[in-house]
C-alpha cells in the first residue's frame, strides 16, 4: 500500500517563501500559496537573483527588470503583494556565509512562521540532476531559520534592527523526491496555471509549444502524480523539516 502524504500544518499566520529565479515558486508550489492567501494566510517571495542568465536571447541587462516584472505579475495573480530580491548573480549563486545572511535578515525582518524553499538536494530524484543555484539557495534558506534565531551568529543585524527571531516552525521544500507532506492543488490548480503563464517570455523561450498547453499540462501532469498518496486529490508536494 502507499504511503499517504500528511496534509500541511494550518495553524501559522505568515510564511516567507525563499528560492534562487523568478518562476521556481511557479513551477512546483503556487496552486498552494494560492489557497494559503485565500484562507487569510500572508506570503512574501524572496528571490536570490532576478532571473538574469535565463534567457539565451536576452542580455542579462535586458533580461533582469523583464522577468522582475513577470514576477511581480505571477505573484500578484496567487495573492502575494510583497516581492523582494537579493541581487546575487544567476547562475553562479554561492552559498556561504553572505547568503545565509541575508536569508536570515529577511526571515527577521518578516517574522515567519513557515518557510518555503525549493529542492536543496543534488538531483530531482534518480538521475536528473539539480541546479547549483537550488542547491545552495535551499541550504541556506535551512541553515538561515536557524540563524535568525540565534543572537550571536550575525549579531550585526540586530544592531541594524533586526532583533533574533526564532518563531519558524517549520521549513518546507519544494520539489523534494521524498515528500512527507502535501496541499490539495484543486482550489488553486487554475491561478497556479495563469501565475505561470505570466512568465511568457521565459517560457516562450523555453518550448515552442503553446504557452498556456504547455503550462496546464506541466502542472496538472506533476498534481496528479501526487494524488495517489493524497487520498486520490491531486496535491503538492513538500519535504516539511520541524524546528
Avoid: K
Avoid at 523583464?66 to 502575494?80: F, H
Avoid at 513557515?114 to 530531482?124: A, E, F, G, K
Wanted: charged residues 25%; hydrophobic residues 40%.
Amino acid at each position: 500500500m502507499t504511503e499517504q502524504l500528511t496534509p500541511m500544518p494550518a495553524d501559522w499566520r505568515r510564511a516567507l517563501a525563499v528560492v534562487a529565479h523568478p518562476d521556481d515558486l511557479e513551477y512546483g508550489c503556487a496552486a498552494a500559496i494560492a489557497d494559503w492567501t485565500d484562507g487569510g494566510r500572508e506570503v512574501t517571495y524572496l528571490l536570490a537573483t532576478r532571473g538574469e542568465a535565463g534567457i539565451d536571447s536576452l542580455s542579462p541587462e535586458e533580461c533582469a527588470p523583464l522577468r522582475e516584472r513577470e514576477q511581480r505579475t505571477s505573484a500578484a495573480v496567487v495573492g502575494v503583494t510583497t516581492v523582494e530580491f537579493l541581487d546575487h548573480r544567476d547562475g553562479v549563486i554561492e552559498y556561504g556565509i553572505p547568503l545565509r545572511r541575508d536569508i536570515a535578515a529577511a526571515i527577521r525582518r518578516h517574522r515567519p512562521e513557515l518557510v518555503i524553499t525549493l529542492n536543496h538536494r543534488d538531483t530531482w530524484g534518480g538521475i536528473a540532476w539539480n541546479s547549483p543555484d537550488h542547491r545552495a539557495v535551499g541550504r541556506a534558506a535551512l541553515d538561515a531559520a536557524a540563524d535568525a534565531g540565534n543572537r550571536w551568529i550575525f549579531p550585526e543585524l540586530t544592531g541594524a534592527g533586526l532583533p533574533p527571531w526564532n518563531g519558524v516552525r517549520w521549513v518546507a521544500v519544494a520539489g523534494s523526491a521524498t515528500p512527507t507532506h502535501a496541499v490539495d492543488a484543486t482550489p488553486g490548480l487554475e491561478r497556479s496555471v495563469e501565475s505561470l503563464l505570466a512568465h511568457r517570455t521565459y517560457i516562450e523561450g523555453l518550448t515552442e509549444e503553446n504557452p498556456e498547453v504547455y503550462c496546464r499540462t506541466f502542472l496538472t501532469g506533476h498534481a496528479q502524480s501526487a494524488a495517489d498518496r493524497f487520498g486520490g486529490r491531486p496535491a503538492i508536494t513538500f519535504e516539511l523539516f520541524a524546528r
